[in-house]
């Protein structure tokens, strides 16, 4: 048992108790708080220590005094990795003697010589502590002097800052207490919390629909996703198809020879690929590896990256079946039970036992696919339906893949339960799929954001916001026409620092099957057909809000989103604003993609540095245009086909009051 005197609580942020990471880029400052005391009324120190989670040495800071026991520091994030930290606290002899004699002597008190040994004693234990440095010979001249001074002379020593600041530097430590467990940071790189994602399938690169497209003929759609603002493109599993049991079109069960097959259905030891026609395969009707590492490197050279689709699913044909066939699951007759969601069948896909006999090796073998890949320039995984697979795997798999390469960002593609949604994001997933897809209206929106943002879980969860998917094409954009697709492209953009688009939102397509948010013709059973320019797209508005996202760090941000009041329930009305109130956005989005709507908004001017009936220019960042708004309420239109919504930069008039030229 370690003799303490302080008591430490609620330090924050802490994931439960220590057990899982909380999230930070690297360059950023971590903010940490606690509650910090101790019995009587001595003065106490309190330090924030810090270090990177494989090294042994502690930095630190003193932390900050806010007031009833409540403390506050903050420490750097220099490099991607993980860190760990903790709060340590002490008696601080030194400063107490200080207290108390200054308050003596101004009190009048004539003999303060015992309080002058006292004091002279703390020095030299001081002076011990800092051993040979130089600042000993200091403390020790400063506890003679202190010794023999007479009382005016002692209480000009006390008030020696200097002094002060060296005992700070060489504390007693000897009742410290320091805080268990430690806190725990996963330091990412940037584009964990900032992207633009855009996915399409390689194959339909050139839209052409009779044939396939080959990673060679990608160099299209990285320039078009470059020019409309993206940083990451998204493929699709790219490895071998299976042959058995392969899907045709709107996943019919029988294909004819011209399908393409469904690219989950990972795996075809037929095809005489390189590495046996599994997870370290590309298909060849895409090309080679090396053309995919061309790939990887033309997006680089774009200032894009490439993500993969990590999708654990093995076809009939994946070399796995045959050499493992242990890692699957098998029905009382010894054959291999094929995926099911009933009534749905998957017969081309075999899913993997994760808690099969020989589970290491298949772990292991898994956590190899995925450094296999990163030795390529595979730095980002969109990770295919995460839930149905053992949290402790990814816990594992996430740590032991980012000891080598601790830049990887995974994306977790789970519509599932809240609860399994958040482990996973705890569990070391950088980023999220989440319910934004089906939440449209005013109350939905607002209330699912102010959780995402507020709650304990945007220290870890970041939500990305995916407009549409393969999987997915919402009825709001089934039914909205090109005004549906305008204001969900808004909303993603401008909401959470990280979304993506699948390829065809921008050309507003929404032919689906009929009473099912399911793309009609969909485009994982088939080439596809496109105009990549076709009219009625809305490429401008995506290219404009992408820019726009760049050049506006509150847009990088996801804890500082705050609704605001507007005076109908079509508009949604909110405010980005960075902490030192030097790039502050209101955004205005109509939620009607039929009619016009309008409304009174309400600004919290004084939570903008602004009085109440302030003057003010609101720059609509979509259209260039600038008006003059004055006091909190002021009135917009907006119409769903020519403007769905305003991105305002907010704008605090300089210069002399009628000088309504010079804004910031």
Not at 5 to 27: F, H, T
Not at 161 to 176: V, W
Not at 296 to 319: I, K, Q, T, W, Y
């Amino acid at each position: 048992m370690k003799k303490t005197s302080a008591v430490i609580e609620n330090v924050q942020p802490l994931l439960d108790c220590g057990r899982y990471a909380v999230k930070r880029v690297a360059g950023q400052t971590m903010r940490v708080t606690a509650d910090v005391f101790k019995d009587g009324h001595d003065v106490i120190a309190v330090a924030l220590k810090w270090r990177r989670a494989d090294a042994k040495a502690w930095r630190e800071t003193a932390m900050k005094h806010e007031g009833n026991d409540a403390w506050s520091g903050i420490f750097p994030l220099a490099e991607v990795g993980d860190y760990e930290f903790t709060v340590e606290a002490w008696p601080d002899a030194y400063a107490s003697w200080r207290e108390e004699f200054v308050k003596k002597h101004a009190g009048g008190q004539e003999d303060l010589s015992s309080e002058a040994l006292e004091g002279s004693q703390l020095l030299q234990d001081g002076a011990k502590r800092a051993g040979r440095k130089p600042e000993a010979r200091l403390l020790r001249v400063a506890a003679r002097d202190l010794a023999v001074a007479g009382r005016d002379a002692a209480a000009a020593i006390a008030a020696r800052e200097d002094l002060a600041a060296l005992m700070a530097a060489f504390p007693d430590r000897s009742l410290a207490a320091e805080f268990r467990p430690y806190g725990r940071v996963m330091s990412e790189r940037e584009r964990a919390l900032f992207a633009s994602w855009y996915e399409f399938f390689p194959r339909s690169a050139e839209g052409r629909g009779d044939a396939g497209s080959t990673f060679r003929d990608c160099l299209g759609r990285l320039d078009d996703a470059q020019a409309m603002g993206f940083d990451v493109v998204y493929f699709p599993p790219v490895h071998p198809i299976g042959l058995t049991k392969r899907k045709g079109r709107n996943n019919s069960l029988e294909a004819t020879p011209e399908d393409p097959g469904v690219p989950y259905a990972i795996g075809n030891r037929h095809q005489g690929c390189p590495h046996g026609g599994g997870h370290r395969d590309v298909a060849p009707e895409l090309g080679t590896l090396e053309d995919f590492e061309w790939l990887v490197g033309e997006a680089r050279r774009r200032g894009m990256e490439v993500a993969l689709d990590f999708a654990l699913n093995c076809s009939p044909d994946h070399p796995y079946v045959a050499e493992h066939p242990e890692w699957f699951f098998h029905r009382p007759d010894g054959s291999i039970k094929y995926a099911e969601n009933p009534p749905k069948k998957y017969e081309d896909v075999y899913p993997l036992d994760y808690h099969n006999p020989e589970w290491q090796k298949l772990w292991e073998e898994l956590r190899d696919v995925i450094l296999w890949w990163a030795e390529r320039g595979v730095r980002t995984l969109r990770v295919d339906n995460p839930h149905t697979k053992p949290v402790a795997f990814w816990e594992w798999v996430i740590a032991e893949t980012r000891k080598k390469f601790p830049d990887l960002i995974f994306l977790s593609e789970a519509f599932t339960r809240p609860k399994m949604m958040r482990v996973l994001a705890k569990v070391g997933f950088s980023q999220s799929y989440s319910y934004f897809t089906w939440r449209n209206t005013k109350y939905e929106l607002t209330e699912y954001f102010t959780e995402l943002t507020t709650h304990e879980s945007a220290e870890y969860l970041r939500p990305n916001l995916f407009a549409n998917t393969p999987d997915i094409l919402p009825f709001f954009l089934q039914h909205g026409g090109r005004p549906a697709f305008m204001i969900r492209a808004v909303l993603a953009a401008t909401l959470s620092p990280v979304y993506g688009i699948y390829s065809g939102f921008e050309l507003c397509e929404n032919a689906a099957l009929p009473g099912r948010e399911e793309y009609a013709d969909s485009e994982k059973y088939q080439f596809k057909q496109r105009d990549w320019n076709a009219p009625g797209n809305i490429k401008d508005l995506v290219t404009k809000l992408n820019f726009i996202r760049r050049g506006n760090r509150a847009l990088q941000e996801l804890a500082n989103l705050r609704f605001l009041q507007a005076a109908n329930d079509q508009i949604l009305f909110y405010a980005k604003a960075t902490a030192a109130l030097d790039n502050i956005l209101l955004v205005a989005v109509t939620l009607d993609p039929w009619n016009p709507q309008s409304a009174w908004v309400d600004v919290p001017l004084e939570d903008f540095g602004l009085a109440a009936d302030a003057i003010y220019q609101v720059h609509d960042l979509l259209t260039d245009e600038r008006f003059l708004w004055h006091g909190r309420s002021n009135f917009i239109a907006l119409d769903p086909h020519a403007r769905p919504a305003h991105v305002f930069r907010l704008r605090r008039r300089v210069g002399s009051e009628r000088d309504y030229d010079h804004y910031i």
